[in-house]
């Protein structure tokens, strides 16, 4: 398969892992950003091949991960009316709200279905005029684009039986989060190349001024990573810090004009709660007042009223937010494996396949079964 | 498709789709199943409340299994044939000679009698291919809305004819483990029909009995701990089903397991790992090493993508069983059963 099988192959991997062991001459710490990084990591072994010193902390991109329970509290009532389909992207469904998940709302009667692509609830919404079709709008960058294409063409078509409720949020702001911590251990970021694809680079080499900090736009497959990774430790060692793009074949340094102006066009930057973290400024979308009619919190408010809209914290041994920060890994958790596993996860990272709890549950516990 | 339309023996004019009355056990079921499924699956004679069949002497081997699947019709098969090819490998899975299935219907009211009638001549068709009779059946009708047009349960009767014992606990350290061809089409082909994807070419199920295939490897003399169709759950639940029932340790190596490149590039569309993905003509043979090359050629006879994909390599710790895989960059994981269904991911 053309640009898999290359980025797959044991001996550019194997090449790029020995010229790591090469130019590294002290430790390092670097922050994977996304969640479909850290899953290529754990799936691949890719730490496995690199050498002792440098270590890997798993990053805030999981959008299962960090939606926060309070609007999946509000998914599964509004899942839960009669009168709606609710439409979700697979790995939204098991994440625990407060009580139970969307799965469970599923099983006792909502509608709710899902889909790869918002523009699948328009279809539904064209074919189902009597029903009121609600998607839950969650992702980064990656995925916004195609919920405000949703939204502009529900407009031009006036769709009345079509809302969102909106979930986006936005890696840059994490990013600052994570470095102006006092704990902040991360010397250097492979920034996500999906995200970039969209946004482009820019961001990101203000970022890099600011703190001094190398960031890669990074690609995925395992030899993308491990060029990231090079490509980072090359600047740290050579005390350089820049924003460099290693995701070239998808990445350019503007991104993608046409998806950032639909995006200007439908949404406004909010702050945002983000689940295990807390709220974080300027790091959300919500729609702007001209599309506010397609707001499922306005259009529900009614059967909203009763849901909490503030961070909901549970009290659970979950340490899922330093996790995110990268303060802790999956097997510092004292719930780890036992009473948290993917069957009954007590905190999101555990449930979608990008999560680093779950990345660590399925590849890495071995050792009581040797 | 419009042939079975010409000989459909029901009159369509008069009932063009099934009703409650169909499974009422009145005049009308009596005609479905005189005209229907009495001619098709060709009958043994009497109709009673059982079949009485004569068996050879010695082990049978009894198995069920329920089919519930929508679409009903997807390139390269059907709920019908499904019905058939699942309990007939089942059998061939404890090396039996399948004989006989039965075949209960679950229909919806309203299901199009031209759906049904089609669907009975592919079990026909390919209980022929499989070399077995349908010789039993039920038929029952549940209300409009209660029901998703057809479930079928068969049970398929076979008989043992060497004095092999082929279960998961015979599975030893140093097994070899053979797989009949490549992964993830029947799977993908569903989710391509449900998703509307379009890809260059169809990609067709890999639906197909595995009974003859079983049958000749027994009969070459080649000794056999263990075989497991990839069913639900695909190779990767598979594996970790036996290894957890033998106890053992299972490595792999991912380069010698075929998937083809359409399914492959699917699948990461769609973001599920092939490991995982359904199959219904698959599956894995747990051999001796000394066998190994000899049942291997068999296999590649008659699917030049069968390969030798891993073995066992000892026994486990608390009988837990443990199943890794040499990635295809030199590195190695586990590959663990699923929690649940495979969810497609964000992005």
Known sequence: MKFICEYRDEKIAKKYASAIADITTQAWTIMEICGGQTHSIVKYG????????????????????????????????????????????????????????????????????????????????????????????????????????????????????????????????????????????????????????????????????????????????????????????????????????????????????????????????????????????????????????????????????????????????????????????????????????????????????????????????????? | MTDFNLSCPIPLEQYPHVLLAHGGGGRLMHQLINRLFAPTFQSLGVQHDSTVLNLPTGKIAITTDSYVIHPLFFPGGDIGSLAVYGTVNDLAMSGARPLYLSAGFILEEGLPMETLWRVVQSMQKAAESAGVRIVTGDTKVVDRGKGDGIFINTTGIGIIEHEQLIVPTAVEPGDIIILNGDIGRHGIAIMAVREGLEFETTIESDSAPCNSLVLELLAQGIEIHCLRDLTRGGLASALNEIAIAAGVTISLKETRISVREDVGGACEILGFDPLYVANEGRFIAFVPEVKADQALKIMQSRDRDSGIIGRVTGKSRKSLGLVTMESKIGTTRIIDMLSGEQLPRIC
């Open chain 1, 46 to 370: 890719i730490d496995e091949l690199l050498p002792a010193g440098i270590t890997l902390i798993h990053g805030p991109g999981c959008p299962v991960c960090v939606t926060a329970i309070a609007l999946i509290d509000r998914a599964i009532v509004l899942a839960s009316q009669p009168n709606v389909i609710f439409c979700s992207f697979g790995d939204m469904l098991r994440v625990p709200g407060t009580e139970r998940d969307l799965l469970s709302a599923k099983a006792a009667g909502a509608d709710v279905r899902i889909v790869y692509s918002p523009l699948d609830c328009l279809k539904l919404a064209r074919t189902h005029c009597d029903r009121q079709i609600v998607f839950f709008a969650v992702g980064f960058e990656t995925t916004a684009p195609a919920t405000a294409m949703a939204v502009y063409q529900a407009q031009q078509e006036q769709l009345d039986n079509f809302s969102i409720l909106v979930a986006h949020v936005l890696v840059p702001p994490a990013m600052e989060a994570i470095l102006a911590s006092p704990n902040c251990c991360v010397r250097g970021f492979l920034a996500a190349g999906h995200v970039c694809t969209v946004m482009g680079n820019r961001e990101y080499e203000a970022i890099s001024k600011k703190y001094s900090v190398p960031i890669i736009v990074t690609g995925f497959e395992p030899v993308d990573i491990l060029q990231g990774i090079y490509m980072c430790i090359q600047q740290l060692e050579s005390g350089r810090a820049e924003c460099e793009n290693q995701y070239t074949r998808s990445v350019r340094r503007e991104g993608n004009q046409t998806a950032q102006q639909l995006i200007q066009e439908i949404f406004t930057v909010i702050p945002r709660q983000w689940r295990g973290i807390g709220e974080i400024a300027e790091s959300g979308w919500d729609l702007r007042q001209k599309y506010a009619n397609f707001d499922a919190n306005k259009r529900f408010q009614q059967q909203l009223n009763s849901v909490a809209c503030d961070n909901i914290c549970l009290q659970t041994e979950c340490i899922s937010g330093k996790i995110m920060q990268g303060i802790k890994k999956p097997h510092d958790c004292s719930a780890f494996g036992t009473r948290c596993t993917p069957e009954h996860p007590l905190g999101a990272p555990m449930v979608s396949s990008e999560g680093a709890c779950a990345a660590y549950y399925r590849y890495r516990q071995s050792n009581d079964r040797l």
